[in-house]
């Protein structure tokens, strides 16, 4: 199928490697521009380059540094001569116990992943009306729709993310001018964040980081984890022309791993 979107400008935060860099790669097959974004100068450098092997026609730019910081943020958004396409990433907050978070701990979490998006969707939403065509797409977490304990700075943060989006997104202004916002969650997804999080649980329970990923992807009816092409694949269709129809949405690709209807 055709995405329509040849020759759109699209930001990518938080894109030098696994579900943001997805979504990039998938784009720039699509033959969309890109800016994308990372802190590490030498990967983001190195991903800038795996793009340009991937379409060579495309413009590739990146832009360093901590997207939660206003001076990255303008960079970002200045890089590209407009924003068609905006996919906001970041990072995720630690795991943790609730009685360990102090406010600090909390404003740090709530700017990275609710702040952050809400701060870049402001900046580029009134110009994509304008010009009659936005795609907006916030990639959050599985935990959103089915929260676990241990991740209460993601489920919080996140959830004021969701639910701002969500009366945001059903505006007349916006429908009306074929600006649309869904958010992307993914349940496990194989990147370095996923890897990690299995090291720091195989400490904590004494046990390896390969056997507990083992027993987490047997506990998923696709029995794997996502491979982040699959979530690049949806995120570009939700960016494509087709997708004009489709806002407000959550939409989770989890291997069948969310047990309820809704
Ligand atoms: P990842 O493999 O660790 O990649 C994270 C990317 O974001 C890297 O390019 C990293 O580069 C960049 N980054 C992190 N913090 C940044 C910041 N403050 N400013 C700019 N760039 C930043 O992570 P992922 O698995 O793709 O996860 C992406 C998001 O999905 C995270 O919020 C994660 O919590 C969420 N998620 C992932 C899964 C999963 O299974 N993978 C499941 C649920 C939710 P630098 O380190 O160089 O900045």
């Known amino acids: ?20 860099f997805a979504c990039a790669a998938a784009l720039v097959a699509e033959g969309v521009n890109v800016v994308i974004n990372a802190r590490r100068t030498e990967q983001l450098e190195m991903a800038a380059l795996q793009l340009q092997e991937i379409n060579s026609a495309v413009s590739i730019r990146w832009i360093s540094g901590d997207i939660t910081q206003p001076e ?17 990433n970041a990072g995720g907050p630690p795991t943790g116990h609730f009685s360990e978070w102090s406010h600090d701990i909390w404003y740090q979490a709530i700017n990275t992943n609710m702040l952050t998006p809400i701060t870049l969707i402001q900046a580029v939403i009134n110009k994509m009306a304008d010009r009659s065509f936005g795609r ?20 919080g943060a996140r959830g004021g993310l969701t639910t701002f989006v969500s009366g945001l997104a059903k505006s007349h202004l916006l429908m009306r001018n074929n600006v649309t916002i869904n958010n992307l969650l993914p349940g496990a997804f ?9 090291k720091q649980k195989a400490l904590r329970y004494g046990d390896s980081p390969e056997n507990m990923a083992m027993q987490r992807s047997q506990k998923i009816p696709a029995g794997r984890f996502g491979i982040p092409e699959e979530f690049g694949a949806c995120c ?13 949405q959550n939409i989770l690709i989890d291997g069948g791993a969310y047990p309820g209807v809704f």
């Open 1 to 20: 199928m055709d995405l329509k979107i040849t020759g759109r400008w699209a930001v990518i935060c938080a894109a030098s490697e696994g579900l943001g």
């Open 72 to 88: 990255t943020q303008e960079a970002v958004l200045t890089a590209s001569p407009m924003v068609d396409i905006l996919i906001t």
């Open 136 to 155: 907006i797409i916030n990639i959050t977490s599985g935990t959103v729709k089915a929260p676990q304990n241990e991740l209460g700075l993601s489920n």
């Open 190 to 198: 194989e990147t370095q964040r996923l890897r990690q999080t299995f």
């Open 236 to 248: 570009a269709f939700l960016c494509s022309t087709h997708a004009g129809y489709i806002t407000g």
